[in-house]
């Protein structure tokens, strides 16, 4: 079987793939190059840079195309189009524990960066010019951390922020048991109280606008390394040129070049109250290795036996219409008459079918039956025992 590594490879993990049967390519494809070569691949592996759209994935699947899974390394899925994945039954999976420590320090690296304002300071005595009392700076120790957004991410740079003496305060849509953040009821108590927020909430939509700035301290520090979208830029540019906020550290942009050595500029360049840097969150040699090692042993364990762990398009219960709706992954062996059997054993067990998806995978099949009946251990006993029936998970 064939993957293609849009957005690169390191040699580690393109190693490990190639010890396991798999042809590895790592040369990067434009949108027309995907769109004409996609069909041939098994499995398309991307970081951030590749868009997986609609497009690229009916390219893919239709007209004896052969993609059966896209991989995503590191957490934010919103360059994959996850509805239309899930229609024409790519599987989409996801490798989020390698990034998350280098996000977490570069998170951490940019809040010190601008209580200092290390790289205005680099810059100025770089072009020759001594300035001191210009760039007088704070201490985080003693300062009081926001964190919005307390996964991984969140939780990781957390406990790094307590090390050095901060207070850290958290908002989450779920808290999490264990944490290393004291929740506060709402996010705007969090704006309110903060000295340094940053965000690590992914989406798309603008979580910061001239709304949350206002609420902020005129003393308190911005730091966005999660997604660009998640602030209102022309809102934010005002709250920097007019005091309403101290300053800000931005690591992702609503737009961002798609290649290396291409220009870059927004107008808060203009500022000398934010520092930036290139989306270099997960950009180590570490995490790389780490992400990279993940998603290659993520991709195996689902084109060889079938494993649907770490999937984020297809998951054990979602709502659709109103009506909740569960999965089942059937992986079986390749003969006639299984979806016969299938539909039998599930009517006679009284769950109703939504709808179903099957890909090949390396030796055999993996059928996907989305359910409103919530399967139970005897509806699994009884797909398992199905004569060519290899594994069944809910």
């Not at 540019?237 to 291409?262: F, M, W």
Request: glycine share 12%; aromatic share 6%; with cysteine.
């Amino acid at each position: 079987m064939r993957i293609l590594a849009n957005d690169g490879l390191v040699e580690q993990a393109a190693d490990y793939l190639r010890k396991e049967g798999f042809s590895v390519e790592t040369e990067k494809r434009d949108t027309e190059d995907l769109l004409g070569e996609i069909g041939g691949y098994d499995a398309l592996l991307v970081r951030s840079a590749t868009k997986v759209t609609r497009e690229v994935l009916e390219a893919g699947t239709r007209n004896g195309g052969k993609l059966k899974i896209v991989g995503r390394g590191g957490v934010g899925t919103d360059n994959i189009d996850l509805e239309a994945a899930k229609e024409l039954g790519v599987i989409v999976k996801f490798a989020p524990n390698g990034n998350t420590n280098a996000t977490a320090e570069h998170a951490l690296g940019l809040m010190f960066a601008i209580a200092r304002r290390v790289p205005l300071a680099h810059e100025t005595l770089k072009n020759g010019v001594w300035h001191k009392k210009r760039f007088v700076g704070v201490e985080l120790q003693g300062k009081t951390l926001g964190v919005i957004g307390c996964g991984r991410i969140g939780q990781s740079l957390a406990g790094k922020a307590r090390g050095i003496g901060m207070k850290v305060i958290g908002y989450d849509v779920y808290h999490a048991i264990d944490t290393k953040c004291e929740y506060v009821d709402s996010m705007d108590d969090l704006l309110r109280q903060s000295d340094f927020i940053s965000l690590h909430t992914g989406g798309k939509d603008a979580i910061i606008t001239a709304r949350e700035l206002a609420l902020m301290k005129p003393t308190a520090y911005l730091v966005n390394a999660s997604r660009g979208n998640n602030v209102d830029i022309d809102a934010l540019h005002h709250a920097l040129s007019t005091g309403i906020i101290a300053g800000a550290a931005l690591d992702c942009y609503p737009s961002e070049p798609k290649r290396e050595g291409e220009p870059f500029q927004t107008k808060l360049h203009e500022l000398d109250n934010v520092v930036f840097s290139a989306h270099l969150g997960a950009s180590t040699k570490n995490a790389g290795i780490r992400t990279g090692m993940e998603i290659a042993e993520v991709v195996t364990r689902y084109l060889r036996r079938g494993d649907f762990g770490n999937s984020v398009n297809v998951g054990e219960t979602v709502e659709q219409e109103g009506q909740a709706i569960y999965t089942i992954f059937i992986t079986h062996e390749d003969k006639p008459g299984m979806f016969g059997k299938f539909g039998t054993a599930l009517g006679e067990m009284g769950v109703n079918i939504r709808e179903n998806n099957s890909r090949k995978l390396a030796e055999s099949v993996q059928t996907v039956y989305i359910v409103h009946t919530k399967p139970d251990k005897a509806v699994v006993e009884r797909i398992a025992a199905i004569d060519g029936v290899i594994r069944v998970a809910v």
